[in-house]
């Protein structure tokens, strides 16, 4: 799939018996990487749960707001990055907020507002099958 044409991405992520769980998220491509896809989440997720639990094993296939699929999956490795004071997390929202702007710039104020802002966390997910 195109990841400049794409808003959404269906990021699949593995429960311990093998279950697949699909969310759809916001991503924003790597400016130099198109196999890199930035992704912004809640540190204490359970897709953040099962990425470590499983190693970073995803998938991501391309998808609207609501998780309706707009083409086949690929297989993917999922990191997650914590370390605020990392070059990779300041990339990583650097990215995020110039693809969405005004809209993910309300998010993490309302994460602020709300109390959740010292649990984000950046997902670096790469796209094995383009590698």
């Known amino acids: 799939f195109d990841v400049h044409a794409e808003r959404y991405v269906s ?4 429960k311990r018996d093998g279950g697949e769980v699909a969310t759809p998220i916001w991503f924003a491509p790597d400016p130099d990487d198109d196999t ?3 992704m912004y989440t809640n540190r204490t997720s359970w897709k ?9 094993r995803a998938r991501v296939a391309p998808c609207d707001a609501r ?3 707009h083409g086949p999956f690929e297989d993917a490795e999922a990191r997650v990055i914590e370390d605020e004071s990392s070059a990779e997390f300041e990339r990583a929202f650097e990215t995020l907020i110039g693809r969405y702007g005004w809209q ?3 998010v993490l104020f309302f994460s602020r507002f709300g109390g959740r802002y010292p649990d984000r ?3 670096a997910v790469r796209l094995t099958e383009r590698a």
């Open 48 to 56: 953040v749960k099962r990425i470590r639990n499983q190693q970073g």
């Open 121 to 123: 966390c950046a997902l």
């Open 67 to 69: 998780g309706g699929l």
């Open 36 to 38: 890199l896809l930035w």
């Open 11 to 14: 990021l699949v992520t593995f």
């Open 104 to 106: 993910a710039r309300a």
